[in-house]
């Protein structure tokens, strides 16, 4: 390929799209020489470690690649994020046309640049721990606007707090926070104190999604939240989809839930947790799933651990008064206490009559699959399903729906 007789930006003329592991051999540079053409509009690399050489073909991404619009540079090595970051702010403020951009860090050039962008749509961006230390730009003096997603990474939640408060506003559809600490990493009021930021810097009549998020969520390393944590968010009245499945571990009861979700009536995505905690003195039950599906009509997917044996007030054949949801696809209960598969099967068919089953994803691969119990939390749930799916065949043969 490199021996190929006419000028390199023939090779690849109608080039539109590449994803490119780097490494730091002398054919992967003048690899990439010949990549980089002006018909190039999206562009993918994980880099692995860098040279001068490296350094200088991504300073010209800007000149070369005018047309891009999706530009993702992943670089492995933290450490290495302030070394190219003058390399990578170079090409970026060059780029004028792009709508989606995954970066682990940016000079202030690059992030002014960033702001002023009105064709960009999607931002991850990485926040280090000294991100904020070394900027020179005045408190709040930039503001991210047309935004569809804003995706934000950092090591500790307090971090993206910080980083929210640095700015005058962000207009965004969806906001999605990554953090990558343990519990032992994050303060005890880091979640409230990012809710609490969140709802002060975004445009409350933009704002329709949330995703929270622990990188390495796992049971045995949790972020505790309490039901107060959220309340700042319960004035983002247009929002849709709330996830925080994979962020904390949460006890709230059936009062709280229906007070965080009577917010929010245009919920169709709720994923409050997959996980109970055993120390957990505070579950919700079948009252406050029902309240759930009262308070929004719209749910289509629903992640919430309830205590199914609680069942007084709960008539099992009929529950609810008549509330049902004939549109929720999605329904997981995680670790939820369990004792009658049968009363699960027959509440959850009367409230979800199109419910396929419960979904345990969880459990297989997910966070539940290194709990002790799971051979026998599974089969429980197991034998929900296949009422459920019995429950079903008998509606369609002989009630005809």
């Known amino acids: 390929m490199l021996s190929y007789p006419y000028p390199s930006s023939t090779m690849f003329p109608n080039l539109q799209c590449l994803a490119w592991n780097v490494d730091q051999t002398h054919l992967v540079i003048e690899f990439l020489r010949m990549a980089f053409v002006p018909s190039l509009v999206s562009l993918d690399l994980r880099i692995t470690s860098i040279s001068p050489a490296l350094m200088s073909i991504l300073s010209t991404i800007g000149t070369v690649c005018p047309n891009l619009t999706s530009f993702r540079p992943q670089v492995d090595d933290p450490t290495l994020n302030r070394e190219i970051a003058p390399f990578l702010t170079q090409a970026i403020c060059q780029l004028r046309h792009l709508s989606a951009l995954t970066v682990c860090e940016l000079e202030d050039p690059g992030m002014v640049h960033i702001t002023q962008l009105q064709s960009l749509k999607t931002l991850w961006l990485y926040i280090g721990p000294s991100f904020l230390r070394r900027t020179g730009l005045p408190p709040q003096s930039l503001g991210l606007e047309h935004l569809e997603l804003l995706g934000l990474q950092a090591i500790r939640l307090d971090h993206i707090t910080d980083f929210l408060r640095s700015l005058r506003t962000v207009r965004s559809k969806h906001i999605a926070a990554v953090f990558s600490s343990n519990v032992f990493g994050q303060q005890s009021d880091s979640m409230s104190g990012f809710c609490a930021m969140l709802l002060e810097r975004c445009d409350n009549d933009t704002l329709e999604a949330i995703t929270l998020c622990e990188q390495f969520y796992n049971t045995f390393h949790n972020v505790y939240a309490q039901p107060?944590?959220?309340?700042?968010?319960?004035?983002?009245?247009?929002?849709?989809?709330?996830?925080?499945?994979?962020?904390?571990?949460?006890?709230?009861?059936?009062?709280?839930?229906?007070?965080?979700?009577?917010?929010?009536?245009?919920?169709?995505?709720?994923?409050?947790?997959?996980?109970?905690?055993?120390?957990?003195?505070?579950?919700?039950?079948?009252?406050?799933?029902?309240?759930?599906?009262?308070?929004?009509?719209?749910?289509?997917?629903?992640?919430?651990?309830?205590?199914?044996?609680?069942?007084?007030?709960?008539?099992?054949?009929?529950?609810?008064?008549?509330?049902?949801?004939?549109?929720?696809?999605?329904?997981?209960?995680?670790?939820?206490?369990?004792?009658?598969?049968?009363?699960?099967?027959?509440?959850?068919?009367?409230?979800?009559?199109?419910?396929?089953?419960?979904?345990?994803?969880?459990?297989?691969?997910?966070?539940?699959?290194a709990l002790s119990d799971k051979p026998w939390a599974m089969e429980q749930w197991r034998l929900v399903n296949r009422s459920l799916g019995g429950f079903r065949i008998v509606r369609t043969r002989y009630l005809g729906r």
């Open 228 to 369: 107060g944590d959220f309340g700042p968010l319960r004035l983002l009245r247009n929002l849709t989809h709330f996830d925080v499945e994979a962020a904390c571990t949460i006890s709230i009861s059936d009062d709280e839930l229906s007070e965080l979700v009577n917010a929010w009536p245009k919920l169709k995505i709720f994923r409050l947790g997959c996980y109970r905690d055993p120390a957990s003195t505070v579950l919700p039950t079948f009252h406050g799933l029902i309240s759930v599906l009262r308070l929004c009509p719209e749910l289509v997917s629903l992640s919430l651990v309830i205590d199914t044996t609680q069942l007084d007030g709960i008539d099992v054949k009929s529950p609810g008064n008549g509330i049902r949801n004939n549109g929720l696809q999605e329904l997981v209960l995680g670790n939820s206490i369990i004792s009658s598969p049968l009363d699960v099967a027959l509440v959850l068919s009367s409230l979800l009559p199109n419910l396929p089953e419960v979904n345990l994803a969880p459990w297989i691969g997910g966070p539940l699959d």
